[in-house]
């Protein structure tokens, strides 16, 4: 499946956007599907978002919809997370990882980043 590598982080005020991307060196497999995940200080890891690499089928946790949206540039070997409306709560490293299932269970992933901070002030 290659690497990955997250990237778009940064320090932001509430209410503010941010765009992560996340590059695969080698294109993922047909029939992969792609996840972000976040950890923030003192907690484990959550599912954020996915997307099947050639099909889409978003699937986003409660505290995403409405805004974050997952997107993916195949050509690219690009994945993607729009994050609008930030709040504190959103502070983390994001993740972005690879796996064969159609799940929200981290523990499905194989293939992980290295994560990208996230920190949104009040």
């Known amino acids: 499946q290659g690497q990955l590598a997250e990237s778009g982080g940064g320090s932001v005020q509430v209410g503010d956007s941010l765009r992560l991307s996340c590059a695969a060196s080698a294109r993922p497999f047909s029939r992969s599907v792609l996840g972000w995940f976040r950890q923030a200080p003192g907690k484990g890891r959550e599912f954020v978002a996915l997307?099947?690499?050639?099909?889409?089928?978003?699937l986003y946790a409660d505290f995403a919809k409405g805004r974050f949206a997952i997107s993916r540039d195949n050509p690219k070997n690009m994945l993607y997370l729009q994050m609008n409306s930030l709040t504190p709560e959103d502070t983390a490293t994001y993740y972005c990882?690879?796996?064969?299932?159609?799940?929200?269970?981290?523990?499905?992933?194989?293939?992980w980043g290295q994560g990208t901070q996230v920190t949104v002030a009040s």
């Open positions: 997307t099947r690499w050639r099909a889409g089928s978003e």
């Open positions: 990882a690879t796996g064969t299932e159609y799940t929200t269970d981290q523990r499905a992933y194989d293939t």
